[in-house]
């Protein structure tokens, strides 16, 4: 996910398994870190009993303030206002983990970032791997109390794959549905891939064996919606509501939002009554409320604590930290100059000296990158030959395609969303570029939704786009396809700098078919030759891999720390004490 779609879902109730799980096996990776006395996570068929509503008065949608002691106060950090409350067009990072709190699919991701049921209690994969059967929770309701069925699930992925809609995840994530493309290209309004069988059983067909398929699913925009709702009227966001612990109840457009307990949520009514919601243009004022006591939670998304205030907090029972499967990395044009000549981005890459970026300008709060998976990731595993920081074959690469000391270089200007510590960064970045090629780069911030819009721009129509671009990848999925296929495969309109390597791919092409359990081996093979592909051509200069680091108030209890984010294993044992 990167600073606008996907996120790293990096983010709450729409995280996904690891590859093992994916393949029915046993999650692996890192240990989730508590952030307070998390519960045990809920079976597949095990229901929460209800929990009485709390009777003091809703907050209002205002920012700051003293909240009522059945309140949860977390920020949207980073945004003046959410892009959709739509799951089928999920917006930035922190407008997803909104979206997570009201809507859910057929499975989710547990604390340990293993799959498990959530809208479907059970599931089983033909031995082809291609037809998956969904068994629907029995007593699962939408928000308003009705009864959810199969066919409100065909009907949402269906909507999803719709043009009318334009997801633009929807090829990505629906592409190997038996007929998703037809939907997509407005051939037909329903994939055949997709059937209700009856009112509990949805199957659904892939035109391959997909490893990562039960993880895609955990994406938000896999997410059932009420078509009563949908079809209300323009403003149905203004009320959402769908299967998740929440739903609307006051949105003030560009201040804050606040949502309600849903009585009806499979788990029981979630222990807390409200989520309050201020929109926070930066970590940095999320920072300064939390501290004044205006918040309960400062540095979720991809917003963590500012890093010039770890060294304050970092002792503190609130100060939470785990690694992240996100990458920070500066993105290049492949089609505008400078940066379509190899030897310029790869000048441009050796000179950034990543220890020094991550250790002394960042506070050690990140941890640099050798390559463009992040550490903890599946298949990190594997070796890789990294492009290390060296001045000396930086201005040599530099030289040798005909810049010299950076003479004869179309004014360089490099693009950056307003969010987090990005200003720091790129102001770290712009001052080695110019001590070790000679060149002055000029900076360009944006608003974070108009540098997601540009983004979009620069895959769509490069020559107007951005020339390069400092942005972040945070796993959707934890697996290497997310980020490989996903964001550097040629023709992938995630793959906004125009990658293009024939070979590479060739190998991610192989690997993501490469479906069954036994071939696990094979497949992280040909993910990581690829990988070496994409480092040697320099498709990304990849810079460090972030830690999520946050504050969390003590008196939060039931919330999980993981390296894709906040994770609540049972909204119904949240409690503020």
Same mark, same amino acid.
């Given at each position: 996910?990167?600073?606008?779609?996907?996120?790293?879902?990096?983010?709450?109730?729409?995280?996904?398994?690891?590859?093992?799980?994916?393949?029915?096996?046993?999650?692996?990776?890192?240990?989730?870190?508590?952030? !307070?006395? &998390?519960? $045990? =996570? @809920?079976?597949?068929?095990? %229901? *929460? #009993? /209800?929990?009485?509503?709390? !009777?003091? &008065?809703? $907050? =209002? @949608?205002?920012?700051?303030? %003293? *909240? #009522? /002691?059945?309140?949860?106060?977390?920020?949207?950090?980073?945004?003046?206002?959410?892009?959709?409350?739509? #799951? /089928?067009?999920?917006?930035?990072?922190?407008?997803?983990?909104?979206?997570?709190?009201?809507?859910?699919?057929?499975?989710?991701?547990?604390?340990?970032?293993?799959?498990?049921?959530?809208?479907?209690?059970?599931?089983?994969?033909?031995?082809?791997?291609?037809?998956?059967?969904?068994?629907?929770?029995?007593?699962?309701?939408?928000?308003?109390?009705?009864?959810?069925?199969?066919?409100?699930?065909?009907?949402?992925?269906?909507?999803?794959?719709?043009?009318?809609?334009?997801?633009?995840?929807?090829?990505?994530?629906?592409?190997?549905?038996?007929?998703?493309?037809?939907?997509?290209?407005?051939?037909?309004?329903?994939?055949?891939?997709?059937?209700?069988?009856?009112?509990?059983?949805?199957?659904?067909?892939?035109?391959?064996?997909?490893?990562?398929?039960?993880?895609?699913?955990?994406?938000?925009?896999?997410?059932?919606?009420?078509?009563?709702?949908?079809?209300?009227?323009?403003?149905?966001?203004?009320?959402?509501?769908?299967?998740?612990?929440?739903?609307?109840?006051?949105?003030?457009?560009?201040?804050?939002?606040?949502?309600?307990?849903?009585?009806?949520?499979?788990?029981?009514?979630?222990?807390?009554?409200?989520?309050?919601?201020?929109?926070?243009?930066?970590?940095?004022?999320?920072?300064?409320?939390?501290?004044?006591?205006?918040?309960?939670?400062?540095?979720?998304?991809?917003?963590?604590?500012?890093?010039?205030?770890?060294?304050?907090?970092?002792?503190?029972?609130?100060?939470?930290?785990?690694?992240?499967?996100?990458?920070?990395?500066?993105?290049?044009?492949?089609?505008?100059?400078?940066?379509?000549?190899?030897?310029?981005?790869?000048?441009?890459?050796?000179?950034?000296?990543?220890?020094?970026?991550?250790?002394?300008?960042?506070?050690?709060?990140?941890?640099?990158?050798?390559?463009?998976?992040?550490?903890?990731?599946?298949?990190?595993?594997?070796?890789?030959?990294?492009?290390?920081?060296?001045?000396?074959?930086?201005?040599?690469?530099?030289?040798?395609?005909?810049?010299?000391?950076?003479?004869?270089?179309?004014?360089?200007?490099?693009?950056?969303?307003?969010?987090?510590?990005?200003?720091?960064?790129?102001?770290?970045?712009?001052?080695?570029?110019?001590?070790?090629?000679?060149?002055?780069?000029?900076?360009?911030?944006?608003?974070?939704?108009?540098?997601?819009?540009?983004?979009?721009?620069?895959?769509?129509?490069?020559?107007?786009?951005?020339?390069?671009?400092?942005?972040?990848?945070?796993?959707?999925?934890?697996?290497?396809?997310?980020?490989?296929?996903?964001?550097?495969?040629?023709?992938?309109?995630?793959?906004?700098?125009?990658?293009?390597?024939?070979?590479?791919?060739?190998?991610?092409?192989?690997?993501?078919?490469?479906?069954?359990?036994?071939?696990?081996?094979?497949?992280?093979?040909?993910?990581?030759?690829?990988?070496?592909?994409?480092?040697?051509?320099?498709?990304?200069?990849?810079?460090?891999?972030?830690?999520?680091?946050?504050?969390?108030?003590?008196?939060?209890?039931?919330?999980?720390?993981?390296?894709?984010?906040?994770?609540?294993?049972?909204?119904?044992?949240?409690?503020?004490?």
């Amino acid at each position: 996910m990167r600073t606008r779609a996907f996120s790293t879902l990096s983010l709450v109730l729409m995280l996904v398994a690891l590859l093992a799980a994916a393949c029915g096996q046993g999650g692996a990776g890192q240990s989730p870190t508590p952030a !307070a006395d &998390a519960p $045990p =996570t @809920a079976g597949a068929a095990a %229901t *929460a #009993p /209800a929990t009485d509503a709390t !009777a003091a &008065a809703a $907050p =209002t @949608a205002a920012t700051g303030g %003293t *909240a #009522p /002691a059945d309140t949860l106060r977390w920020p949207v950090e980073g945004l003046s206002e959410l892009t959709s409350l739509d #799951p /089928a067009k999920p917006g930035d990072a922190p407008n997803n983990i909104v979206i997570g709190l009201i809507f859910a699919g057929l499975v989710r991701l547990g604390p340990d970032l293993e799959v498990q049921p959530d809208g479907a209690a059970s599931w089983k994969v033909s031995e082809d791997g291609k037809v998956y059967t969904f068994t629907i929770r029995d007593g699962l309701k939408f928000g308003d109390g009705t009864p959810v069925s199969a066919n409100d699930f065909a009907y949402s992925i269906n909507r999803a794959l719709s043009p009318d809609i334009g997801a633009f995840a929807a090829s990505a994530h629906f592409g190997h549905i038996v007929g998703a493309q037809e939907v997509i290209d407005g051939k037909a309004k329903a994939a055949t891939g997709v059937k209700a069988i009856d009112a509990k059983t949805l199957e659904v067909t892939l035109d391959a064996p997909i490893a990562y398929f039960l993880a895609l699913l955990t994406y938000a925009d896999t997410s059932v919606v009420p078509q009563k709702l949908i079809e209300s009227g323009a403003n149905w966001q203004e009320q959402a509501y769908g299967t998740g612990p929440f739903k609307v109840k006051e949105w003030k457009h560009g201040q804050s939002i606040v949502l309600e307990a849903n009585p009806n949520y499979w788990q029981g009514r979630p222990g807390i009554a409200y989520v309050q919601m201020p929109f926070t243009k930066d970590s940095e004022t999320a920072y300064q409320l939390y501290q004044t006591g205006e918040l309960d939670i400062q540095g979720s998304g991809q917003n963590p604590v500012p890093a010039a205030h770890i060294p304050d907090v970092q002792s503190l029972p609130d100060f939470k930290s785990a690694a992240q499967l996100t990458t920070r990395y500066i993105g290049f044009n492949h089609l505008k100059p400078p940066f379509d000549n190899l030897a310029v981005r790869r000048a441009f890459a050796l000179a950034i000296d990543k220890p020094t970026l991550a250790n002394q300008v960042l506070a050690g709060g990140v941890v640099p990158a050798d390559r463009i998976l992040p550490t903890g990731l599946v298949g990190t595993q594997l070796p890789i030959k990294p492009l290390a920081f060296d001045a000396a074959a930086a201005k040599d690469a530099l030289a040798q395609a005909g810049f010299a000391n950076g003479q004869g270089l179309p004014e360089i200007t490099l693009a950056y969303g307003q969010e987090g510590d990005n200003e720091t960064v790129v102001q770290a970045l712009q001052s080695m570029w110019e001590q070790n090629l000679g060149v002055k780069v000029k900076l360009q911030s944006f608003e974070l939704a108009t540098f997601s819009k540009n983004l979009d721009t620069t895959y769509y129509t490069p020559t107007e786009g951005l020339q390069f671009y400092y942005s972040v990848w945070g796993a959707d999925y934890p697996d290497p396809q997310n980020f490989l296929s996903q964001l550097l495969r040629s023709g992938n309109p995630n793959n906004n700098g125009h990658f293009s390597d024939p070979q590479f791919d060739q190998l991610v092409d192989e690997a993501d078919r490469l479906g069954d359990r036994t071939q696990i081996e094979r497949r992280l093979q040909l993910y990581n030759q690829a990988e070496q592909i994409a480092i040697d051509q320099v498709a990304w200069a990849p810079l460090f891999y972030p830690k999520l680091n946050i504050l969390l108030r003590p008196r939060v209890t039931g919330i999980v720390l993981t390296p894709q984010g906040l994770i609540i294993p049972d909204w119904s044992k949240v409690e503020l004490k």
